[in-house]
Each structure stands twice: as C-alpha cells, then as structure tokens.
C-alpha cells in the first residue's frame, strides 16, 4: 500500500528571501487512514519536518513545484524533491482544464470548505494576530485552514484519477 503525503505551506508572503514559513501541513494517508501533522514555531525545523515525512513514498501539493517546495528549500534547507517523489496535482488540473488556484478548483469539482472568506491573505494576518496579539483563535483558525487545504488535497487526488 502507498504511503502518501499532501503537503502544504503557509507564510508571511511570496518571497522565500524575506518572507518567513509559518506552517508546514501534512496530511500522512496509509491504508485509507489520514493523520495530520503541522509544525509551527518550535516544530518547525528541518530534522521534523523529515521526521514527519519518514517512510512517506510520494508527496502530493498544489502549486507545490512553484511555491511550496522552493519555499522550504529556501527557509529550512530541505530540497523535497530530491529526498521524495513529487506531484503537483496543479498541473492534473490544468490538464483537465480546471483552471485557478486550489481553491478555485475545490469549488468547480464540489470540493466543501467548512471556512469561508479565509485565503492566503487572511492567513498572513492571522499569523501576525497571534504572533503580535498573542490571539490563540487567530492561531487556531489559521491552523483549521491549512488543515483544509492538506485534507483536500487527496479528495482532488482521487477525483483526478492521479495514482
């Protein structure tokens, strides 16, 4: 049985330069069973990260090629690629012609959001509530949206028919 890993990041912004890696969200699927594992903070560090990912087979993103990926290579020195196999099921999508970002895409395929109206935006400035506010809900909503991002990203697997 495949190990898979879905992946998915959250930051201060787009530049793996200035900008900082907030969350790290990985959802471990085994055996029909789903596990989820997000680093922040302390967490966050190369040796966990490859904890994590221990045994893993292939890890799944979208848009992980462009910005994922690069990003942690960039903030924590891990090259994902290298030490994984990868697939961005982004490029699946555009194959299939549904076009956006994952969000965009849930929508198009009646992907259900529990959330709504949080987007990469609203994410950065909920770090800063909690890291400047010490606001533990802003925290907790932060971490509920990188959940759903990494838990939907196997129901876009299956309904893409990617292996």
């Known amino acids: 049985m495949k190990y898979r890993a879905y992946i998915d990041i959250e930051t201060t912004g787009l530049s793996r ?3 900082e890696l907030t969350v790290v969200g990985i959802a471990l699927e085994k055996n029909g ?3 989820i594992v997000q680093l922040l903070e302390a967490g966050l560090s190369d040796q966990k990260l ?12 979208y848009n992980g090629s ?27 999508c555009w194959r299939n012609k549904l076009k956006g970002g994952l969000k965009a895409v849930e929508r198009q395929l009646g992907i259900e959001r529990r959330l709504k109206g949080v987007d990469g ?20 909503t932060l971490l509920e949206y990188n959940r759903e991002d990494i838990v939907n990203l196997p129901v876009l697997r299956r ?3 990617v292996e």
């Open 33 to 35: 069973l789903c596990r």
């Open 66 to 92: 462009r910005f994922d990926l690069p990003f942690i290579k960039a903030r924590l020195g891990v090259d994902l690629k290298a030490c994984f196999k990868h697939t961005d099921l982004m490029y699946d």
């Open 17 to 19: 330069r200035h900008c």
């Open 121 to 140: 935006y609203m994410a950065v400035k909920l770090w800063y509530d909690y890291v400047n506010k010490r606001d533990r809900q802003a925290l907790a």
């Open 159 to 161: 309904k893409l028919n």
């Open 50 to 61: 490859l904890a994590a990912l221990r045994g893993v087979d292939e890890i799944y993103s």
